[in-house]
């Protein structure tokens, strides 16, 4: 009831066009914007606060707490307006995409003497912000999900044992919030619907308070928001905007804002083509953050529907894999040919603290017609063999590497041994599978395993080879 009597004494709104126009104006200018020190989504907590150090009045910084292991957890404070809106950031230590498009946020509203004057002056007089940028600091470290007591945070909504969570209870109820943003990151292998062809690239949720799903003025405000960010962003990723499930979770952060009162919209960063790194997922994030704050302040939402909510497909995972072979007649050791789909997913493992390098496995075989693939080997008359063993042992991983790789592959050698083979993510960088001297690797096609897959035309001629699970032509 607070929130709409301050709109109805602003007396002020905006209508769609100009918050959709908005949306693209934010979208196109972020380069501008962007913080520069955080260039992956490996930063860490020393990276954070360097950045905080940065901000300079109005911005008011402050040390909210401690996480277990005695890291900082800071809130950000800026504008002075009735309307009190909450966001919190990386409560999951592997999901970042939303701290650095925050950092890009403060960025943005440090700035002027730009186009944006206005569209700031409005935001910082009408709405109080306050961020939580990384709320598990612990987990960042770590890039792990859960903080260091091993504790989900989203999941500790009720009991509060950790103080992550009893901090964000506390800044939300000091801040009496109107409005919260849940900012999170989801697998890159959802998809927008079922049967889709698109990638999940941002799934949003306004979520249910009670088992009933009940919509009552505070979830619905949420629920008209996301329709009209859904209406710009489709500019940009058209088909790729999704609802994430609605299923109540009674210890769930998002659910009890929601029951408290928060009008609270979960953002879900997905995948998209080409952007491993989620840093184009980034820039949508900024966009549209920023683009909503804006609807809030000026009530622009009020010209959407549930309905224009509703016919938001609900992500689905499990439709999307990084690499899908379709149709490939798979030559079983036992001599016989099985015509199948196999996909691929390329899990992250993590080096040298802000690096990583892939490892490859089958998710699934079989009829996957229903699946897509970031890269995709259309039905092509295709026959899959597991790639041969070089005889040959070298020296060490700079030999293995110097090998012709591609007349390797046409002859049907896959793997090669070294007595040196260096460590993994060197080993990985060529087109050859290498190994130690022992040669042990997966020579079957199941799910969970890796094989290296030599893949020839109707001709009988290799043309492509799965290396570590990667696509590879050979020329």
């Known amino acids: 009831m607070r929130t709409i009597i ?49 901000l300079q009045p109005p911005f008011q910084v402050k040390q909210e707490g401690s996480s277990v292991e005695e890291r900082s957890i800071h809130s950000v404070r800026i504008g002075n307006g ?8 990386q409560m999951h230590g592997d999901e970042p995409t939303a701290t650095a498009a925050l950092m890009d946020i403060f960025c943005f509203l440090q700035s002027n003497d730009d186009e944006f004057a206005t569209f700031r002056k409005n935001l910082l007089e009408r709405l109080t ?41 506390r800044v939300r109820d000091e801040l009496d919030a109107d409005w919260g943003f849940n900012l999170h990151d989801q697998s890159r292998y959802y998809g ?8 999940a690239t941002l799934s949003f949720l306004a979520p249910a308070y009670d088992y009933s ?12 928001v996301i329709a009209q960010l859904n209406d710009g962003l489709q500019q940009y990723i058209p088909g790729k905007v999704a609802r994430y499930s609605d299923a109540f979770e009674p210890r769930a952060f998002g659910d ?37 704050c804006h609807s809030i302040a000026n009530q622009s939402y009020r010209s959407f529907t549930r309905a224009d909510y509703n016919k938001i497909p609900f992500n689905n995972f499990g439709v999307y894999n990084d690499l899908l072979l379709r149709e490939v007649k798979y030559l079983h050791p036992n001599g016989n040919s099985y015509l199948m789909d196999i996909a691929f997913d390329l899990g992250e493992r993590e080096y040298g603290g802000n690096a990583f390098y892939f490892h490859g496995s089958i998710d699934d075989i079989g009829d996957l017609t229903y699946q897509q693939g970031y890269t995709t080997l259309a039905p092509g008359n295709y026959t899959a063999e597991i790639g041969k063993l070089f005889p040959e042992i070298m020296e060490d991983l700079a030999e293995a590497q110097a090998l012709d790789a591609m007349s390797l592959l046409k002859a049907g050698y896959a793997v090669v041994r070294a007595k040196k083979p260096g460590p993994p993510w060197e080993r990985h960088q060529s087109p050859l599978w290498i190994l130690g001297a022992e040669g042990i690797y997966d020579r079957e096609v199941a799910t969970g395993l890796n094989p290296p897959l030599i893949i020839r035309n109707s001709a009988g001629e290799v043309v492509y080879a799965v290396i570590n699970g990667q696509l590879v032509e050979v020329k």
């Open 6 to 54: 301050c709109f109805l004494l602003l007396g002020i709104g905006f209508s769609v066009a100009a918050q959709t126009n908005w949306l693209s104006k934010l979208h196109e200018a972020y380069p501008d914007y962007q913080e520069k020190a955080l260039e992956d989504r490996r930063f860490k907590h020393r990276n954070l606060v360097d950045a905080l150090e940065k």
């Open 192 to 199: 927008a619907g079922f049967h889709t062809d698109d990638m």
């Open 256 to 292: 009890n804002m929601q029951k408290w009162g928060t009008s609270t919209i979960l953002i879900e960063s997905g995948g998209f083509p080409d952007d491993r790194e989620k840093q184009y997922i980034r820039r949508l994030n900024f966009a549209s953050i920023l683009a909503a």
């Open 213 to 224: 799903k009940t919509i009552n003025p505070s979830r619905e405000r949420a629920m008209l």
């Open 82 to 89: 009735p309307v009190k809106v909450l966001l919190w950031s």
């Open 129 to 169: 912000l306050v961020f939580i940028p990384m709320l598990n600091p612990d987990g960042a470290e770590k890039f792990e999900r859960r903080n260091a007591l091993g504790i989900d945070l989203n999941r500790d909504a009720l009991r509060l044992t950790s103080p992550e969570a009893q901090l964000l209870k």
